[in-house]
């Protein structure tokens, strides 16, 4: 990757959810972040108040970085929706960003740090993650309100049938 010789060291890093500027951050996803586009503003702030720690980086008052992360405080940790902007991505801040939610408390003495990537093995490689084949599932969880129905139409099903056999029993 190109490396960008800008100086940046007026970026300032900050830790806690009293920083975050969710419009802010809600803008820089719908720039930079491909799997986080149109996030709703509600879920976003659901997301980020349930995440610790939660960091941003700014050039003055402006964000241009964000992540999160987060963690049983012992055995497993996970880093979510990294992201520096456009104008200032390949200067090392990334990195910064990364090692920064390493450093937490919350996450430094985790036995392991997990992430999801789909294009940026690369990057995470040069911090110090390795490739993980062996030890990854998920479950595409419908939403909520779909979930709620099909269990109703199964729990509707089941009376029915219940109620079909005892007629045939009576
Ligand atoms: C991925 C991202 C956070 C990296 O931030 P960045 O500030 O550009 O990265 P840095 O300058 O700190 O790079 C750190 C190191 O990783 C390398 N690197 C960064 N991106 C890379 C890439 N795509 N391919 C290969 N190497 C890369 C850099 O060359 C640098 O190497 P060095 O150790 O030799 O110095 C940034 O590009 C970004 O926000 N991208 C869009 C959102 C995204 O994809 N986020 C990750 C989601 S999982």
Redesign the pocket.
């Known amino acids: 990757?190109k490396?960008?010789t800008t100086d940046y060291s007026h970026i300032q890093f900050h830790e806690g959810h009293s920083k975050v500027d969710i419009h802010q951050v809600i803008n820089l996803f719908n720039s930079?972040?491909?799997?986080a586009k149109n996030r709703k503003k509600e879920e976003l702030e659901i997301a980020i108040a349930n995440s610790n720690p939660v960091v941003t980086a700014w050039d003055h008052k402006q964000i241009i970085?964000f992540g999160r992360a987060t963690s049983d405080c012992i055995y497993r940790g996970t880093i979510w929706?990294?992201?520096?902007?456009?104008n200032?991505?390949?200067?090392?801040?990334?990195?910064?960003?990364?090692q920064t939610i390493l450093s937490h408390p919350r996450i430094c003495h985790v036995e392991r740090v997990y992430?999801?990537?789909?294009?940026?093995q690369?990057?995470?490689?040069?911090?110090g993650f390795e490739y993980n084949p062996t030890t990854t599932m998920v479950l595409q969880n419908q939403p909520i309100e779909q979930e709620l129905e099909l269990t109703n139409s199964k729990i509707r099903l089941l009376s029915a049938k219940q109620e079909m056999l005892s007629q045939n029993i009576g």
């Open positions: 990757m490396k960008i930079a972040a491909i799997w970085g929706d990294i992201v520096i902007h456009q200032y991505q390949g200067g090392g801040l990334g990195r910064k960003l990364v992430l999801m990537t789909t294009y940026q690369k990057f995470y490689e040069r911090i």
